[in-house]
């Protein structure tokens, strides 16, 4: 889940860390020591949203094809793999 949290201009410590984030610096938050919490801009959210995505990608990828060998190894017709998949990608 998403939250969006605004920002007032009397909170000093957030606006501060806002600042250092425009800056292209990474900001982590700690709790009891420990590291619980990270901030970065919007930017480098969004190369790392994508980036997941590509990974995502490659990885379904490569469960397709292991599935088509799976099914011709099993020496059943591969198009009803193809099939499938055309009929997920068209929801």
Do not use: C, F
């Amino acid at each position: 889940m998403t939250r969006t949290v605004p920002v007032g201009n009397d909170d000093t410590v957030l606006s501060e860390l806002l600042e250092r984030v425009a800056e292209g610096d990474l900001v982590q938050l700690t709790k009891d020591g420990r590291l619980a919490a990270v901030v970065l801009s919007r930017e480098a959210y969004d190369e790392l949203l994508l980036a997941l995505s590509a990974d995502a990608r490659h990885e379904l990828a490569d469960i397709i094809q292991q599935t088509r060998r799976d099914v011709k190894q099993a020496g059943l017709d591969r198009s009803v793999v193809d099939e499938a998949i055309a009929a997920v990608r068209a929801r």
